[in-house]
């Protein structure tokens, strides 16, 4: 693409502040999740519960297909690994990625709570 042809950042066709918020209410949910683990395990990293918003680099800006938008969350005791990444065309779509992944597992550490 030449550099004369760039569009408009993704991100400025979505509401952010609405996006921002559903990231702080993903937040809220995660370290709400964390905090009833370590009352039921010890066992944690320093690091739980950070979120970083990823934008696309210079070269991936105004390209869909690239996916450049994400949400990284640093996240030992809920989900199935330690670090998770969720990549969209769109930060909302990154974000709507990283909503179901995590609900998913809350759901899942529910009902293994539930059959103790």
Known sequence: MNTNERTKP???DEDLSEVFQRILKL???IFSAIEATLAEEGHYKSYEGRIEIVCPTYFEEG???VKGWGI?????VLGPSRRYEWRGSTLNEALLKAEEDVSGWLL???I?????
């Open 72 to 76: 990284n969350l640093a996240c030992y």
């Open 108 to 110: 899942k550490k529910t």
């Open 63 to 65: 390209t869909p297909e």
């Open 10 to 12: 993704d991100a400025a």
């Open 112 to 116: 293994e709570t539930t059959k103790k």
């Open 27 to 29: 937040r809220t949910k």
